[in-house]
Structures are given as structure tokens and as C-alpha cells.
């Protein structure tokens, strides 16, 4: 495994983490148990550390590595991944506008795009790990593989910084 694959599947790790709290908290919600600044804290983790940060880093180093190398950016795998990524910043804009509003609906709404962005999350690792990333290390090679993990640190300090931690954190994952 390379260097800049290897980074990736580390965080999808700790994204799966943030993934089941969620999964638990929705199951709380169904018992009128509502931790509000739990979920407020797990989108915001959704969207520095899942999206920003790692989505970021799939999309601007990774996915462009390989279609240097011939993959195709408008169909196939990573067109694939890319759809899944603006599926996912939807749900994840719904859950956030949900916590916003009052009342049993927006419970219910919340509820609704938690589940199905838990579902498309896990799946779209799952394709990632055993599918694309092996792609990637057949086409991007040891050196290579360097140049986009410095690349990505680069990105992280001048983008995310700090926030990347305070978001795992607070979720102590
Ligand atoms: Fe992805
Ligand atoms: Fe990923």
C-alpha cells in the first residue's frame, strides 16, 4: 500500500468511528432521546474532517493523480466517488438545517438524512479500500505516492489546521 492510499484509509477509519456514534445517537433519538450538541458536534466533524479534509484530499490530489494516469473523470469509479461526495455534502446540509428548525419534523428530517448518509458513507469506503485505492497503487508508484502525502499535509495545514483535531476531540475518537 502506498503512502498517499494508506493516509486515506487511516482516516476512513476514524470516519467510520464518528459513523457508528451516529448510528447510536439516531437510535437514542427513536427513544425521545435527543443530544443535541452531540449531533451538532458530529456534523461539524462531518464537515471539516469527512469532507473538507478528506474529501478535499481525495479530490484534489488523489483522483486528479490517477486521472494523470488515464482514469477517467466523467465516468467510472471516480466519477462514482465524486456523485457519492455531493450525495453526501447534501445529507449532511439537511442534517445540519434540521437541527436549525424546531419541532417533530425536523426531527424526523434529521433522522432521514443521518441514515441514508450513514448508509452511502459506509459503502462508499467500502468501494474505496477494496476497489479504487488498489486501483491507485497499481498506477501511482512509491515516489509518487510521497509526493501527494506531502501534498496533502501541505493542504491540511493551509486549510484545515487545528480543526481537524478539535473536531476528533470532541467526539474523543
Ligand atoms: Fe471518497
Ligand atoms: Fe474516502
Known amino acids: 500500500m502506498g503512502l498517499a ?27 425521545q432521546n435527543i443530544n443535541r450538541d452531540l449531533l451538532l458536534d458530529l456534523v461539524e466533524f462531518f464537515k471539516i474532517f469527512a469532507d473538507k479534509c478528506h474529501h478535499g484530499k481525495e479530490e484534489q490530489y488523489l483522483f486528479e493523480a490517477m486521472v494523470s494516469k488515464g482514469f477517467s473523470k466523467e ?5 462514482v466517488m465524486l456523485s ?5 455534502r447534501s445529507f449532511v446540509r439537511n442534517m445540519a438545517e434540521a437541527l436549525r428548525e424546531e419541532g417533530d419534523s425536523s426531527i424526523n428530517k434529521f433522522k432521514e438524512n443521518a441514515l441514508q448518509y450513514i448508509d452511502l458513507l459506509n459503502q462508499h469506503i467500502d468501494k474505496e479500500n477494496n476497489i479504487l485505492f488498489v486501483m491507485a497503487d497499481r498506477v501511482i508508484m512509491d515516489e509518487e ?9 501541505k493542504f491540511e495545514n493551509e486549510n484545515i489546521g487545528e480543526q481537524k483535531i478539535d473536531v476528533k476531540n470532541k467526539l474523543n475518537i
Open 145 to 153: 505516492q510521497e509526493e501527494l502525502y506531502k501534498q496533502y499535509v
Open 84 to 88: 457519492e461526495h455531493t450525495l453526501g
Open 5 to 31: 492510499t494508506k493516509d486515506l484509509i487511516q482516516e476512513h477509519e476514524v470516519i467510520r468511528k464518528a459513523l457508528n456514534i451516529l448510528s447510536n445517537a439516531v437510535n437514542q433519538i427513536d427513544k
Open 75 to 79: 465516468s467510472g469509479p471516480i466519477a
